[in-house]
C-alpha cells in the first residue's frame, strides 16, 4: 500500500494527530474523506473533544481511532464495540464513538453489534463499508455483494450480503443512517446530529477501496466509484430499512432510516434499580449484616 | 476429633440451610473448623439436595466427607444414595415418616424423628430442617446447642426467629427424650428389617 | 491507601469461594465488573449484580466471553477497577484480550474457577488444568501472574492481591480458583477497611503534554491516564512505542516486549509467594498448589508418621514460578514431588528449574475431584528411596 497526504487542512488539523499523517491509506481511499465529515461534524457541534473517545477495532478502517487526537483506542479485531461499552460504563460523561469496518463490526463483530443495539448502549457507531476485507488484501466479508470477486471468492461470492441497517434496527438502534463517500455534506450532517442523540446509533458509510474492491471488480478508481454512488444512490429518508438492501449494481438507498428514542441502557439501569443504587455507598453500619440470607 | 457428615433430602426441604447452619455454628460460635461442600451438576437435579460437612478443633485438610460418621436422610432416595458412605457403626439420623430403612442400615446406629409432623404441629412446614438441626445436636453432640442457636439466629431473617427457635428447641427434646428412654448404646432406636422388604 | 469501608463487609463469615472472591474483589475496590455465566464461576458475578449497585457499581452480562473480557478494559481506561470471571471454555475465549491487557499494560484482574475439561468437560467438577493457558494462553510473548487459593478465605484476602499487583505491575493477573474451592464454604474473616492495603493506581504524574503513555521509570512500568482527563490517550494493541503510537520494527518489539518481561522478572523475589515448612532437613520436598495442597498437606503427614522427612512447598504465585527457589531447593533434597488435577502441567516447569538436580516425580490426576491422600504418599515413598 502506498501512502498519502490527507487532504483536510484547518481547523479540521487540530483533531487529527499531526505527528501521524502520513497515514497508510491508499490514494483514492474512500476511509479519509469520511474523517473529514467526521471532524468537520465533531467541530460544529462543539462537543467538548476532552470527554470525547474513539475506539476502533482493526482494518485500514481500524486506524481511524489512532488518526483522531482524541482519547484513542485501537483494540481487537471485531471487539470495539465491547471495549466502548466499557468505557461508556466507567465513565458516563465520555462521548464514545466506535469507528471501524464491515468486516470488523459485523462479521467477527456481530453479535456485539447485535447486542449492543438491543441494549441501547449509549454509543455512536460508524461504520466503513467497503465491502471488503482491505486490511487483510481483499477476501469476502459478510457485506460483500452477491457475486463480486475477492481473493477468497475467485469465482464470485455465493452468498449473500449484510443489509446492517436492517439488522441494527431490528435490534433496537435508535439512529440508523447510510452515506456513501460521496455525500460529504449529508454525512456531516447526519453525523452531528448523531453525536447529539442518545442511545446507539448506527451509521454506514459507502467507501471506496480501490486497492481491492474496485480492482477485483473491474470498478475503476476511487473517482469512478463516486461516479457510480451519484449514479446509483437514492436519498429515502426514513425508509423502513428493510427496503434498503445493497442489491449489487442495483439502487443504493442513502438517508436517515431511522430516528427513534428509547430509553439508553444506563438511564433504565438507574430507572429500575431505584434505591437499590447507591451513588453514595452506604454506610458501614448498614453492610455489617451477619445474615447470611443471601449467602446460602 | 474429625467429623464427616452429611445431609441429604430433596429440594425445599432446607437441607443446605441445615448444612449451614451446623457448619457455622462449628466455625464461627465454637472456634472449630468445618468445611462445607455440596453437590452441584446434574445428580442435584431432579430435586435432590445434599450438603456435606467435614467438622473439626484443626484446620480441614482433605475438604470432601468420604466416610460419614453421621447421615442426617431426609428422603428415602438421599437414604438409599448416601447410606452406603456410613463408616461401620456410624449415626445415620432419618426424617422417619418419609425414609424407610432396609437391611443397609442394620451396622448403624439409627435414629428417628417426625421431623415433618413436628414443623407442622410448629404452623410451619418449611422449619423441619432447623427441627433437625436441634436433634442432631441433640443426638450427636458434635454441635453444641448454645452454638447451634446463634447460627440459626444468624441464618434465618428476623420474622421467623422465633419459629426458628421454638422449631430447634423441639427437635432438640425430641432428641434428648429419646436418648433418655432409649437402649444402650450401639443398640437401634428405630426397627431394622432384617431382610430386605423389596 | 486503605480500602473504603463502604464496599467492605467486615465480619465474620460462613461463605464459599466464589462468594469470598465476589468480597475481594469489592474490598479491593472493584466495583465494575463483566461476564458471562459459566459454572462453576457463576456465583461470583451473581454475587457481585447484586452488591455492586449498592456501592455504585455495576455488573454487566455480556454476549460471551470475548466481549467480557475487552470490555473490563474499557472500564478501566475509564478509570475503573475492574475484572471477569469465567472457567474452561469461557477462558479459552478470552484469550485474545489477555494478550491486549498485556501490551496495553492494562491492570485487570481475570478469574478462572477451573473445572474438568477439555471443552465442556466436567462442568461441576474441580480440575487444575488451566495452568499452561493461564500463563502461555495468548499468542505471542508476555507474561502474566497467577495466583492460587485453597480456600475461601483465600479467595477473599488473594483476590484482594490480585488487584493490588495488577495495579502494580500493570498486568493482567490471573486468579486460578478451581470448582473446589469455589464451591467449598468455610469462615472467611473479612478484616476492617482501615487493615486492607490497596495499591493505588499509578495514575500520571506529569501534565498533558508533558505526560507519555508508555513511558516506564525505574520500575519499568508506566504510568497511565484515563480517558476524558485530557490526555489524548492512544492505546492500541499493536507494538507501540513510548507515546502508545504504532511501531512497527524489531527495535521498538525488543524495547517493548523486553520491558514487558523485565518489569516482572526483576520483581521475581516479591513475587516468590509460598507457604514453606520442614524444608530444612527434607529428603522429599512435596511442590503443590491450589486446592491440591490441602491433600498434600495430609499425605504429608502420613509420611511423618512413618517417620520420613517431608517438607511443604506450596506455591501461591505460580506464575511467575519461583525459579531461585526451586532450583536452591532441588540441590539439597532427593526428590521434588508435585501433584496436580491435570496430567502433568506446572511439574514440566518443575523439572526445566530443578534441572536434574534431584528426582522430580509428578503425580497427575485428570481432576474430577481431588488425589487422594495415599496417591501422594506412594509418589513421596519412592522419592525417599
Ligand atoms: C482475530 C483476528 N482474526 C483475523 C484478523 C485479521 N484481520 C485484520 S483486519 C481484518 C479484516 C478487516 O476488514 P474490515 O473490518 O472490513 O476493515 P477494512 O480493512 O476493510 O477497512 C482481518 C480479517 C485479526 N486481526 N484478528
Ligand atoms: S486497501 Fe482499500 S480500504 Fe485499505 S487503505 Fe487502501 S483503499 Fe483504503
Ligand atoms: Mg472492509
Redesign the interface.
Known amino acids: 500500500m502506498s501512502t498519502t497526504e490527507l487532504h483536510v487542512h484547518n481547523p479540521v488539523e487540530d483533531l487529527l494527530r499531526q505527528d501521524r499523517v502520513p497515514t497508510i491509506w491508499c490514494p483514492g481511499c474512500g476511509i479519509g474523506t469520511t474523517v473529514n465529515s467526521f471532524a468537520h461534524a465533531l467541530l460544529g457541534q462543539q462537543i467538548n473533544l476532552q470527554k470525547t473517545a474513539i475506539v476502533s477495532g482493526i482494518g485500514c478502517s481500524g486506524r481511524v481511532s489512532g488518526y483522531m487526537n482524541l482519547d484513542s483506542f485501537h483494540t481487537t479485531h471485531g471487539r470495539a464495540i465491547p471495549f466502548a461499552t466499557g468505557l461508556k460504563l466507567a465513565n458516563p460523561e465520555l462521548t464514545v464513538i466506535v469507528y471501524s469496518g464491515d468486516g470488523d463490526l459485523t462479521s467477527i463483530g456481530g453479535n456485539h453489534l447485535i447486542h449492543a443495539a438491543r441494549r441501547n448502549m449509549d454509543i455512536m457507531v460508524v461504520c466503513v463499508n467497503n465491502m471488503i476485507y482491505a486490511m487483510t488484501g481483499g477476501q469476502a466479508a459478510a457485506t460483500t455483494p452477491g457475486a463480486s470477486n475477492s481473493t477468497t471468492t475467485p469465482y464470485g461470492a455465493f452468498e449473500p450480503e449484510l443489509n446492517m441497517a436492517q439488522l441494527v434496527d431490528a435490534a433496537g438502534a435508535c439512529f440508523v443512517a447510510r452515506w456513501t463517500a460521496f455525500h460529504v455534506m449529508q454525512l456531516e450532517r447526519t453525523m452531528a446530529k448523531a453525536l447529539k442523540k442518545k442511545g446507539f446509533r448506527f451509521i454506514e458509510i459507502l467507501s471506496p477501496c480501490p486497492t481491492y474492491y474496485q480492482r477485483k471488480n473491474n470498478m475503476g478508481d476511487a473517482l469512478a466509484a463516486m461516479v457510480d454512488y451519484k449514479k446509483r444512490s437514492k436519498i429515502k429518508n426514513g425508509c423502513p430499512t428493510w427496503e434498503t438492501a445493497l442489491e449489487p449494481g442495483g439502487e443504493i438507498v442513502v438517508g436517515e432510516f431511522v430516528d427513534r428514542e428509547r430509553e439508553d441502557y444506563l438511564t433504565r439501569m438507574r430507572r429500575q434499580l431505584g434505591s437499590h443504587y447507591s451513588e453514595f455507598p452506604p454506610q458501614p453500619e448498614e453492610q455489617e449484616s451477619e445474615g447470611c440470607e443471601k449467602e446460602c | 476429633m474429625l467429623k464427616e457428615l452429611r445431609i441429604a433430602g430433596f429440594g425445599g426441604q432446607g437441607v443446605?440451610?441445615a448444612a449451614?447452619i451446623l457448619?457455622?455454628a462449628v466455625?464461627?460460635h465454637e472456634g472449630g473448623?468445618?468445611?462445607?461442600?455440596?453437590n452441584?451438576?446434574?445428580e442435584?437435579r431432579g430435586g435432590a439436595a445434599s450438603a456435606a460437612l467435614v467438622v473439626s478443633d484443626q484446620p480441614?485438610?482433605?475438604?470432601?466427607a468420604v466416610s460419614l460418621d453421621v447421615l442426617v436422610a431426609m428422603s428415602s432416595e438421599a437414604y438409599t444414595r448416601f447410606v452406603p458412605e456410613v463408616r461401620e457403626g456410624g449415626m445415620l439420623l432419618v426424617e422417619e415418616d418419609l425414609v424407610p430403612l432396609d437391611q443397609k442400615a442394620q451396622h448403624l446406629r439409627v435414629y428417628g424423628i417426625p421431623a415433618t409432623r413436628l414443623a407442622e404441629e410448629l404452623g410451619k412446614k418449611m422449619v423441619l430442617n432447623v427441627i433437625m438441626v436441634g436433634f442432631f445436636c441433640a443426638i450427636t453432640g458434635i454441635v453444641v446447642r448454645d452454638a447451634a442457636m446463634k447460627s440459626v439466629k444468624?441464618?434465618v431473617?428476623a420474622r421467623f426467629l422465633d419459629l426458628n427457635l421454638k422449631a430447634f428447641e423441639r427437635g432438640y427434646e425430641y432428641g434428648v427424650e429419646l436418648l433418655a428412654k432409649g437402649p444402650a448404646k450401639g443398640e437401634q432406636q428405630m426397627a431394622v428389617p432384617q431382610e430386605a422388604e423389596v | 491507601m486503605k480500602a473504603d469501608q463502604r464496599c467492605v463487609m467486615t465480619g465474620t463469615h460462613f461463605i464459599n469461594g466464589d462468594a469470598a472472591c465476589c468480597e475481594g474483589a469489592l474490598s479491593a475496590g472493584a466495583r465494575f465488573a463483566a461476564g458471562y455465566p459459566i459454572t462453576p464461576s457463576t456465583e461470583i458475578v451473581e454475587r457481585f449484580a447484586a452488591r455492586a449497585p449498592q456501592v455504585g457499581g455495576l455488573f454487566i452480562q455480556m454476549e460471551d466471553e470475548l466481549a467480557s473480557s475487552i470490555a473490563i478494559q474499557g472500564m478501566v481506561w475509564g478509570g475503573q477497577k475492574s475484572f471477569t470471571v469465567t472457567s474452561g471454555p469461557g477462558y479459552s475465549l478470552m484469550m485474545e484480550h489477555i494478550g491486549l491487557a498485556a501490551i496495553s499494560e492494562t491492570p485487570c484482574v481475570f478469574v478462572d474457577v477451573q473445572r474438568g475439561g477439555p471443552s465442556t468437560g466436567l462442568p461441576t467438577l474441580p480440575a487444575q488444568g488451566d495452568m499452561m493457558q493461564a500463563r502461555f494462553g495468548s499468542h505471542g510473548d508476555y507474561v502474566t501472574i497467577a495466583i492460587c487459593p485453597n480456600s475461601p478465605q483465600e479467595c477473599y484476602d488473594l483476590t484482594v492481591k490480585c488487584f493490588n499487583l495488577a495495579e502494580k505491575f500493570r498486568v493482567p493477573v490471573m486468579f486460578m480458583m478451581d470448582e473446589c474451592v469455589g464451591h467449598m464454604t468455610e469462615k472467611v474473616v473479612i478484616p476492617p477497611a482501615e487493615e486492607i492495603d490497596l495499591y493505588p493506581r499509578r495514575h500520571a504524574s506529569k501534565p498533558p503534554g508533558e505526560f507519555q503513555l508508555f513511558e516506564a521509570g525505574e520500575e519499568l512500568v508506566p504510568e497511565m491516564a484515563h480517558a476524558g482527563e485530557g490526555y489524548k490517550l492512544y492505546v492500541t494493541g499493536l507494538t507501540h512505542d513510548k507515546r502508545g503510537y504504532p511501531a512497527l520494527n524489531p527495535a521498538a518489539q525488543r524495547e517493548l516486549v523486553g520491558r514487558l518481561f523485565e518489569k516482572i522478572r526483576r520483581a521475581q523475589d516479591e513475587l516468590t509467594m509460598v507457604e514453606a515448612e520442614g524444608l530444612e532437613d527434607a529428603d522429599v520436598v512435596v511442590v503443590s498448589y491450589g486446592i491440591t495442597s490441602r491433600v498434600a498437606q495430609k499425605a504429608i503427614q502420613a509420611a511423618r508418621d512413618k517417620g520420613l522427612k517431608v517438607g511443604k512447598l506450596r506455591l501461591i504465585c505460580v506464575w511467575p514460578f519461583p525459579e531461585k527457589l526451586i532450583r536452591e531447593l532441588a540441590g539439597k533434597v532427593k526428590a521434588l514431588v508435585m501433584p496436580e488435577l491435570n496430567m502433568g502441567q506446572v511439574v514440566l516447569e518443575l523439572e526445566r528449574c530443578a534441572g536434574g538436580q534431584c528426582k522430580v516425580i509428578g503425580v497427575p490426576h485428570p481432576g474430577g475431584t481431588v488425589h487422594k491422600p495415599v496417591e501422594i504418599l506412594e509418589a513421596i515413598e519412592r522419592g525417599a528411596r
Do not use: E, F, K
Open positions: 443446605i440451610l449451614h457448619g457455622r466455625s464461627i473448623y468445618a468445611t462445607m461442600t455440596q452441584y451438576g446434574p442435584a480441614v485438610l482433605y475438604p470432601y444468624d441464618a431473617p
